[in-house]
């Protein structure tokens, strides 16, 4: 099986709460969400800091099973990210998404549409901020059923489901951040079309550079999903 994926990144973001410019709380630390769409990172936000970004994710895969006729797909997503500071260990967060899927002879060829909400928490066990070597983080989510119904959107959508995360993060320097992430999720009931999405797992991982003075982050990452 041949399978290629690029995953260029913009993140646009807005500081809601101006942050102090002292070292522990470096906006530069915090910036973005990452290049991998599937991984939020493991740093949380410090407490009483809200942060939203956007996520842009452009995939094209051809050839996947060589001589079986496996469908050209050209797929675009984007995500919506709000993240909160509870604590200095505890973040809320939700995404919201927007997939748009171009098939070759498949039908119906496109596939469009609003996805399900997330809305979880993030727990910080180890932190960087404080002096921990790295992140570690947990985090759990409930997906809300705010996908669209119908033929040309995606089956198994608007259907409440969970996810469970375990991410880890290095703040190489203050510009250059690593990450990798488990995720484990699925639905609890059937959604578009009558389907019911089997249970997923997700091993993502990422390098990207974060620009002190421009709100743009470029990186690399690599997502394995069974």
Not at 17 to 28: D, F, L, Q, T, V
Not at 183 to 203: M, T
Request: proline share 5%; aromatic share 10%.
């Amino acid at each position: 099986m041949k399978r290629f994926i690029f995953l260029p990144l913009m993140t646009y973001f807005l500081l809601m709460n101006a942050m102090a410019a002292n070292g522990e709380n470096n906006p530069s630390n915090l910036l973005g969400a990452p290049v991998n769409t599937a991984i939020s990172g493991g740093s949380v936000l410090p407490e009483g800091k809200l942060l939203t970004a956007v996520n842009s994710s452009f995939r094209d895969k051809d050839h996947q099973i060589e001589g079986h006729g496996s469908p050209d797909v050209y797929s675009q997503i984007w995500l919506l990210k709000i993240r909160y500071g509870l604590t200095d260990r505890l973040e809320l967060s939700t995404v919201g998404s927007y997939i748009n899927n171009k098939r070759d002879n498949l039908s119906p060829e496109h596939i469009e549409g609003m996805g399900d909400q997330s809305v979880g928490v993030n727990y910080a066990l180890m932190s960087q901020r404080k002096g921990d070597p790295f992140w570690v983080t947990v985090g759990g989510a409930v997906l809300l059923p705010t996908g669209q119904d119908g033929d040309n959107h995606l089956p198994g959508n608007s259907a409440w489901g969970g996810r469970v995360t375990l991410t880890l993060t290095k703040l190489f320097t203050p510009n250059i951040k690593g990450d990798m992430g488990f995720v484990y999720q699925g639905p609890f009931e059937r959604g578009n079309q009558d389907v019911k999405r089997g249970n997923e797992f997700q091993w993502n991982t990422q390098v990207r550079y974060m620009f002190s003075d421009l709100p743009l982050d470029l990186g690399l990452g690599k997502c394995l999903q069974q």
